[in-house]
């Protein structure tokens, strides 16, 4: 699968509107304009892991198999607030994260484009984009 492998972020499109429409804390806020997490993206069988590392505040761990419900971190401060979300991969460079309860309801689309990784996340009428670039 394209997506296995560390990548590292490097920018944002949107991102401050998007925060908004989740309702972010200003620590989390905080948190995701000034740093640079690191993604790592495995297999293990059937089932996926994404790694979300950011640095000296937390990490974030999800463990998914595709078209099964799942508990999704919902806050990168508090990993404890979870949402239930499905997974369905739509290519070998694509796959989405939808809500099914919970909150947000969000849709997050994870998709390779070029050499980076595109992060879509999308809350109501908000848009952001996160970019990752392969480690």
């Keep these: 699968m ?63 198999k595709e078209g099964e419900e799942f508990d999704h971190p919902s806050s990168i401060v508090d990993a404890s607030k979870t949402r239930r979300a499905v997974a369905t991969k739509l290519s070998d460079n694509k796959f989405v994260i939808k809500t099914v309860s919970g909150q947000p309801d969000m849709t997050e689309t994870r998709e390779i484009v070029g050499d980076e990784l595109v992060t879509t996340l999308e809350v109501g009428e908000a848009v952001c984009k996160r970019y990752f670039k392969r480690l």
């Design 2 to 64: 394209a997506f296995q492998g560390k990548w590292l972020h490097f920018k944002d499109d949107n991102v401050d509107a998007f925060l908004d429409a989740v309702g972010a804390a200003e620590r989390g806020k905080q948190i995701v304009r000034e740093t640079h997490p690191e993604l790592e993206i495995g297999r293990d069988g059937e089932y996926f892991t994404a790694k979300l590392v950011f640095p000296g505040v937390s990490d974030i761990e999800t463990k998914f």
